[in-house]
């Protein structure tokens, strides 16, 4: 069952979105409270699959929220609010949200947008990660995980990775990873590409053994 959270002070608003979406299977976590749902946020973001925000809320505002959810998730991000001027509007997408809805609206064109959202997010996620054995990389949000530790790579290190994951158990020469990577107008020696995999290996610690060094070859990304 999809879950989505709800961040909206009007109660009935709250209930009547909370019956209509809970019919069609989609649970409703409904949040009055600007300050409540900052501490939600803060805590367990990723529980949700999406995110209906209004703007005008207590304690804590919906652009504040919108932009600490974006600070940790890119879980999408719908505005329901009564602000409707150009300004607001442009705010929201600013901030990163998917869309901004104007109050009054249709529960059905809500619900339409949210099943949307939902399918292209799903998509997302799966067409961005990328793994083998104990590596993992995030291709839209840049983090890079080993051994489920999230490890910081600088971005020639980062798109060696990338290539060598979007290949993997294939044998990579470094003229091919010194065209991907730093371009076919590079002018260098293509020792520089063991230089790189050399502080790659060590960034990943002990999942660094996966890549192959293959004398005379190149390189390979492989699971042991």
Same mark, same amino acid.
């Given at each position: 069952?999809?879950k989505?959270l709800?961040?909206?002070?009007?109660?009935?608003?709250?209930?009547?979105?909370?019956?209509?979406f809970?019919?069609?299977?989609?649970?409703?976590?409904?949040v009055?409270?600007?300050?409540?749902a900052?501490d939600m946020?803060?805590?367990?973001?990723e529980?949700y699959?999406?995110?209906l925000?209004?703007i005008?809320?207590p304690?804590?505002?919906?652009?504040?929220?919108?932009?600490q959810?974006?600070?940790?998730?890119?879980?999408?991000?719908?505005?329901i609010?009564?602000?409707g001027?150009?300004e607001?509007?442009?705010?929201?997408?600013?901030?990163?949200?998917?869309?901004y809805?104007?109050?009054?609206?249709?529960?059905?064109?809500?619900?339409?947008k949210?099943?949307?959202?939902?399918?292209?997010?799903?998509?997302?996620i799966n067409?961005?990660?990328l793994?083998?054995?104990?590596?993992s %990389?995030?291709?839209?949000?840049?983090?890079?995980?080993?051994?489920?530790?999230e490890v910081? %790579?600088p971005?020639?290190e980062?798109?060696?990775?990338?290539? %060598?994951?979007?290949?993997?158990?294939?044998?990579?020469?470094?003229?091919?990873?010194?065209?991907?990577?730093?371009?076919?107008?590079?002018?260098?020696?293509?020792?520089?590409?063991d230089?790189?995999?050399k502080?790659?290996r060590?960034?990943?610690?002990s999942?660094?053994?996966?890549?192959?060094?293959?004398?005379?070859r190149?390189y390979?990304?492989a699971?042991e």
């Open positions: 069952m999809k989505i709800l961040v909206e002070d009007d109660a009935e608003i709250c209930d009547i979105i909370t019956e209509y809970g019919n069609k299977g989609t649970e409703v976590v409904a009055q409270n600007g300050g409540e900052f946020i803060q805590s367990g973001i529980e699959e999406l995110v925000l209004d005008m809320l304690e804590t505002d919906g652009f504040t929220l919108c932009r959810i974006r600070i940790k998730s890119n879980v999408p991000v719908i505005f609010t009564a602000r001027r150009e607001d509007i442009l705010s929201g997408y600013d901030l990163g949200c998917d869309d809805i104007v109050k009054p609206f249709l529960l059905s064109v809500l619900y339409s949210c099943e949307a959202l939902l399918r292209r997010a799903e998509g997302l067409d961005n990660k793994s083998c054995g104990n590596i %990389l995030d291709t839209r949000t840049l983090r890079c995980f080993s051994d489920g530790i910081e %790579l971005p020639k980062f798109a060696i990775l990338r290539y %060598l994951l979007e290949h993997e158990n294939w044998v990579i020469s470094r003229d091919t990873l010194l065209n991907k990577v730093w371009g076919y107008d590079y002018f260098g020696s293509d020792r520089v590409v230089n790189h995999i502080k790659l060590k960034a990943l610690g999942a660094g053994i996966q890549i192959k060094t293959l004398v005379g190149g390979k990304l699971k």
